[in-house]
């Protein structure tokens, strides 16, 4: 009998859930706050080649402040040379990130990274990134305002005519 009544509550709470709002994205961080990784909402970002998404996670990356951010980066994708003012920590979190430090897209010059490598990158600092092997979640943490600037514009999307 126990186990019938555990389980229709079990119905009814998944049954309720979708009815429910749940903030997922964007959490403060001066409050208790929590993402699963099912409501993880990812969206295209203008400045990421096509296919690219983020996930704002924790902060408001557009603001003066703290933010964490996922980034996944489908097989084959590359971004060409850009830098981001912020100081950055990348964190892999599933595939291997492929970076690149310098002002011209050089294969050279990547560095694999596998899951669970952290990175630091200095703001300012001109790099590259290839989906190399297949693709790439990383969560990057660091402190807005978030920016994208490509060394060459002509390789920034914002810049393609649609």
């Not at 990356?61 to 060409?80: C, E, I, Q, S």
């Not at 003012?85 to 492929?98: A, C, H, K, L, Q």
């Amino acid at each position: 009998m126990k186990k019938t009544n555990y389980l229709l509550l079990v119905i009814c709470f998944v049954a309720f859930l979708p009815a429910t709002k749940v903030k997922a994205q964007g959490l403060a961080n001066d409050k208790l706050g929590e993402i699963y990784q099912e409501n993880i909402k990812w969206s295209s970002f203008p400045a990421f080649p096509p296919g690219a998404q983020i996930a704002v996670l924790v902060g408001d990356p557009k603001k003066a402040g703290p933010y964490m951010a996922r980034v996944h980066v489908p097989a084959g994708t590359v971004l060409m040379p850009h830098t981001h003012p912020e100081n950055r920590v990348y964190t892999v979190i599933s595939g291997v990130f492929y970076i690149g430090i310098g002002s011209e897209f050089d294969t050279t010059k990547l560095k694999a990274y596998p899951p669970g490598s952290v990175f630091v990158l200095p703001g300012n600092t001109p790099h590259f990134h290839w989906a190399k092997s297949g693709d790439y979640t990383t969560q990057v943490t660091g402190y807005g305002p978030l920016g994208l600037n490509y060394i060459d514009p002509g390789d920034d999307p914002r810049n393609k005519k649609k």
